[in-house]
C-alpha cells in the first residue's frame, strides 16, 4: 500500500518509512501557512505557521533563548506532513496511535533539520508545553474577543494551569499578533525566522 504524499517541493515523504531527505523547511513553511488553527473554526484565517513564528518570536525578545526559539518554531513541524488535529480529540485513546506516529515524524524532522535540539527535546518540550498553552489563551482573545463565549462550559483543564496569559509579562506580544497573516506572508515569516535563527 502506497503511504507516501508528494510535499510542495515534490519530495515523496512517507511517515511510516521516513526518509531524512525527504524533509525541509520549505515544505514545513509552505504546509503550515496554509494550515488553519483551532480545526479552521476560529473568525478569521490563522496559521499555524504564524502561532510558531509568534511562538518563538518570544523566546527570542523575551527570553532571548535561540535555542529555544528554534525549537518552537519546528514544535508543530509534523503538522506539516501529517495534519493538524484538535488537542481535545488527540488526547483521546482511539488516538494512541496517532499521536505515536505524531511523536515520530516531529523526532525525525528535528533530526533532520535541528540535529543539535534532538538530545534535549524532552526537556525543550516539556518548557514549551507551558507557554504553547498560554499563547492559546491569547490567540483565543484575539481571533474570537470572546474568550468566555469560546471556551464556553467546556473549559479545558490545561487553561487552569496556564494561570496567566502571554500578553500578562510582555505588553507588546510580536510584531502582528492579533493581526492574521496570509499563507504568503505567514511563509515568508516563517522562512525568515529559521534563516536568522540559522
Known amino acids: 500500500m502506497d503511504t507516501a504524499i508528494c510535499t510542495y517541493t515534490g519530495k515523496m515523504f512517507n511517515p511510516f518509512d521516513i526518509d531524512p531527505n525527504t524533509i525541509c523547511i520549505e515544505d514545513v513553511a509552505h504546509a503550515l501557512s496554509q494550515l488553519c488553527r483551532f480545526n479552521g473554526q476560529c473568525p478569521r ?3 499555524v505557521a504564524q502561532h510558531s513564528v509568534e511562538l518563538a518570536t518570544h523566546f527570542i525578545r523575551v527570553r ?6 528554534k525549537f518552537a518554531l519546528l ?4 503538522e506539516a506532513y501529517l495534519g ?3 488537542a481535545p480529540f488527540k488526547q483521546h485513546g482511539a488516538w494512541s496511535e496517532y499521536r505515536r506516529l505524531e511523536s515520530r515524524v ?13 538530545d534535549a527535546a ?12 498560554r499563547i492559546c489563551i491569547d490567540e483565543a482573545d484575539a481571533l474570537w474577543q470572546d474568550t468566555e463565549g ?23 506580544w510580536g510584531p502582528y499578533f492579533g493581526e492574521t497573516r496570509i499563507p504568503e506572508e505567514a511563509e515568508l515569516d516563517f ?6 535563527l540559522t
Not at 516531529?106 to 534532538?118: G, I, K, T
Not at 524532552?122 to 498553552?133: I, M, V
Not at 469560546?150 to 473549559?155: E, I, R, S
Open 75 to 78: 514544535h508543530d513541524a509534523s
Open 64 to 69: 532571548e533563548n535561540p535555542a529555544m526559539a
Open 122 to 133: 524532552r526537556r525543550l518540550h516539556a518548557e514549551l508545553q507551558r507557554y504553547d498553552r
Open 45 to 47: 484565517f490563522y496559521s
Open 150 to 172: 469560546w471556551w464556553g462550559k467546556a473549559t479545558p483543564a490545561w487553561i487552569v494551569d496556564a494561570q496567566y496569559r502571554m500578553r500578562d509579562f510582555r505588553p507588546e
Open 191 to 196: 522562512l525568515n525566522l529559521w534563516e536568522q
Open 106 to 118: 516531529q523526532h525525525a524532522v528535528l533530526e533532520a533539520l535541528a540535529p543539535e535540539l534532538v
Open 84 to 86: 493538524d488535529m484538535p
